[in-house]
């Protein structure tokens, strides 16, 4: 009797990637264990991060490091980039922190996720929604006063040379105090529920984050789904 055969693996759903568009990356440590411990460890970071983004030519317009993951908000100028940013900064950064600390073997948990954000409305509610991550972790009372992140650099114009304002955020005014004014005001606003579970499911998920039009541009151009449902349009019954 022949031994039943292993089902094929399924292949890995690829990644949605338009040059130009704004991508939100979300990278977590290996179950969910920390992958920063020490000032060093995070400089270190945004150093590596820092350099891949001028060797792949990718523009960075919001981050935050946490203790056990990151956040990103990415534009990339060439369709892979954002693939081999991250794969530069994955092998860097690993080996310096399992040097560090003696450690052996992966430090991220998987490959990590991203989802494409629609210029409209979106992009500035995951820029929000990134810098106020260690508010809602309660590390901090307000954006400003975590170290490491883009808030301050965004809000109030402290010099980051790894922050570059998406245009999008330059029109929030044409003075750059204004700018900052504005963004700042923004930021103090709740953040709707619906808001935030939309950036998170579509992070998880992959997908394209925006309107049903900028989700059927994407499908068109990548034959690929972009929303939670169907790939094109629904059948008519």
Same mark, same amino acid.
């Given at each position: ?6 089902e094929?693996?399924?292949p ?9 568009v ?8 290996n179950?969910?264990q920390?992958?920063f ?34 956040? !990103? #908000? %990415?534009? &990339? ?10 794969? /530069?900064?994955? @092998?860097s ?10 450690r ?5 948990e ?7 954000v ?5 992009l500035?509610?995951c ?33 980051? !040379? #790894? %922050?570059t &304002? ?8 044409s003075?750059? /105090?204004?700018? @900052? ?9 709740a ?28 499908e ?9 449902g169907?790939?094109?349009r629904?059948?008519?019954?």
């Amino acid at each position: 009797m022949t031994p039943p055969q292993p089902e094929a693996a399924m292949p890995r759903a690829k990644r949605l990637d338009l040059h130009g568009v704004a991508q939100h990356v979300i990278q977590r440590g290996n179950d969910r264990q920390p992958c920063f411990h020490r000032d060093i460890d995070y400089i270190r970071y945004l150093q590596d991060l820092r350099d891949a983004t001028l060797k792949h030519d990718c523009h960075v317009h919001a981050y935050v490091l946490m203790t056990n993951h990151v956040h !990103l #908000l %990415v534009t &990339p100028s060439a369709s892979g980039a954002v693939s081999r940013l991250m794969q /530069d900064v994955g @092998r860097s950064y690993v080996g310096f922190f399992n040097r560090a600390t003696g450690r052996t073997g992966t430090l991220w948990e998987g490959r990590y996720k991203a989802s494409l954000v629609d210029n409209e409305r979106y992009l500035m509610a995951c820029y929000r929604y990134i810098e106020l991550n260690p508010v809602r972790a309660g590390l901090v009372t307000s954006a400003a006063d975590y170290r490491w992140s883009s808030s301050r650099a965004n809000a109030h114009g402290l010099p980051d !040379l #790894l %922050v570059t &304002p998406h245009e999008v955020f330059n029109r929030l005014a044409s003075d750059t /105090d204004e700018r @900052r004014k504005a963004y700042r005001a923004f930021v103090a606003e709740a953040i709707p529920d619906e808001e935030m579970a939309a950036i998170r499911l579509y992070a998880q998920r992959q997908r394209a984050l925006g309107s049903s039009k900028f989700q059927a541009l994407v499908e068109e151009r990548l034959r690929q789904r972009a929303g939670l449902g169907r790939l094109g349009r629904p059948r008519k019954k």
